[in-house]
């Protein structure tokens, strides 16, 4: 189940916030256009890694959320001009 999208804060924004019923799924979604500037999923550095674990603090806080579980996901979307979209999902990727 979604429980949020695009949530924003001032250090940053969570792509999706899901439930897989036992845990909190933290989710960044990449898309690229081509390889040209690397895989999607090779976007997602340990910084930015970081930055979404701040951010999913800033969402804990805010949905007075005390403690639970979480995993962090990416999927990494691939999505050419005029060819067909392909997605990657990794599951705990950080």
């Known amino acids: 189940m979604v ?3 695009n949530w924003r804060c001032r250090d940053g924004e969570i792509d999706v916030v ?7 799924v933290v989710c960044e979604v990449k898309t690229r256009s081509n390889f040209a500037f690397g895989a999607p999923a090779e976007a ?7 930055r979404i674990r701040r951010v999913t603090e800033a969402w804990l806080t805010a949905h007075q959320v005390r403690w639970c579980e979480i995993r962090f996901d990416v999927v990494a979307v ?10 990657q999902h990794y599951e705990a990727a950080f």
């Open 3 to 5: 429980l949020s999208r």
């Open 18 to 24: 899901a439930t897989d019923r036992w845990r909190l």
């Open 44 to 50: 997602v550095t340990w910084q930015k890694a970081a």
């Open 78 to 87: 691939l999505a050419p001009p005029g060819g067909p979209v392909s997605f």
